[in-house]
C-alpha cells in the first residue's frame, strides 16, 4: 500500500500549484483523505480532508478560499489546488488516507502516509 505525493515545486507568491497523491497496492475509494504539511521545527499541520464520496469536504482556514480538495476514485488519486499561494504556505506537503470514510483533520486518525512534496513560495 502506498500513498505518492507529487507536483510540488517553487513558485513565486500568487501563483498555483496542484497536488496529485496516487494511491496504489488497493483501492482508495472507500476511504477518507487528505492533506497535511509540516514546515521544519514544526508540528504537522492540517491542511484539508475529504470524505470516501467527496461529498463533504474541510478545509483548513488558513487555506480557505484558496485550496481546493477533490479526488478520482476511478483513479485512485486526490488532488490539491492551490491558488494564491503565499510565502507562509511554503511546506512539505503529505497526503494521508483513513481506513473509514469519514474525515477528520486529527493526524492521530489517520493510518496511512505518503512520502510528501515540497512546496515552496518565494519571490
Known amino acids: 500500500v502506498q500513498l505518492q505525493a507529487s507536483g510540488g515545486g517553487l513558485v513565486q507568491p500568487g501563483d498555483s500549484l496542484r497536488l496529485t497523491c496516487a494511491a496504489s497496492g488497493r483501492s482508495f475509494s472507500n476511504n477518507a483523505m487528505g492533506w497535511f504539511r509540516q514546515v521544519p521545527g514544526k508540528e504537522r499541520e492540517f491542511v484539508a480532508a475529504i470524505n470516501w464520496s467527496a461529498s463533504s469536504r474541510f478545509v483548513a482556514a488558513s487555506v480557505k478560499g484558496r485550496f481546493t480538495i477533490s479526488r478520482d476514485n476511478a483513479k485512485n488519486t486526490m488532488y490539491l489546488q492551490m491558488n494564491d499561494l503565499q510565502p507562509e504556505d511554503t511546506a512539505v506537503y503529505y497526503c494521508?488516507?483513513?481506513?473509514?470514510?469519514?474525515?477528520?483533520?486529527?493526524?492521530?486518525?489517520?493510518?496511512?502516509w505518503g512520502q510528501g512534496t515540497q512546496v515552496t513560495v518565494s519571490s
Open positions: 494521508a488516507a483513513r481506513d473509514i470514510k469519514h474525515y477528520t483533520s486529527h493526524e492521530r486518525d489517520f493510518d496511512f
